[in-house]
């Protein structure tokens, strides 16, 4: 190995020793995960050029079919503003503040009805009941889950109506109550942890739980 090539490593091995670098990998690994979880992956129907960072960009912006809920805290905004700080090459101090003041604005929407995934309510009829001919309709009654449109109650549904139903998402993206669904949103932004993970992850964790295990690893390695 030329002695270029030694200083060249030498170089590279301590760049990755500035411990306000250490949220860089996991940052852009979420990215790509993100960015490859598909429409259909997100147990949605096929549609080109979506996926689950599209939707994060999105959140508060796009209404979603069957949603009403108004969103107070949109992710596209933390998402954005990480994004700018970690690509701008090498981190110092007064970045590492800038980001890990992000962590309080995710937990702000996690705590929020409206805002986190989880609790993104979808109204769906109660039951189906037989009309003339033999066909079904949708009753008047309704009930309310959170998390996912294609839950098992709607899929129920739509299978009666006779019409064309997606593959079954896991049961764990939907709930009939608040702050109980894993949806790929929630995953996307909140999973891991003591927040624990879905059934079927489609991220490793979520970006909050990033933010917070660089927190704690600054904590080890920079002495004030």
Known sequence: MSWFNILKQKKKVEKDLNPYNQIKAPFQK????????????????????????????????????????????????????IYQIVNKGELEKADSVKLLKWIGYLEKMEDSDNSNPCNMKYTHAASTKKVAGGKRKKSSDKVERFGHLYNSHYRKIQEELGRKVLPAIPEDWASSSR??????????????????????????????????????????????
């Open 30 to 81: 979420w990215v790509q995960e993100t960015r490859s979880a598909t429409h259909e992956q997100m147990g949605l129907s096929p549609k080109k050029g979506r996926n689950l960072l599209r939707y994060l960009n999105a959140h508060g912006k796009v209404s979603r079919p069957g949603a009403s809920s108004k969103v107070t805290y949109p992710a596209g905004k933390a998402i954005a503003a």
């Open 179 to 224: 702050n109980d669904a894993k949806p790929p949103m929630w995953q996307g932004l909140f999973s891991g942890g003591e927040r624990g993970v879905s059934a079927k992850q489609v991220v490793t964790k979520g970006l909050l739980t990033i933010l917070e295990e660089y927190r704690d690893h600054l904590k080890k390695e920079v002495k004030e």
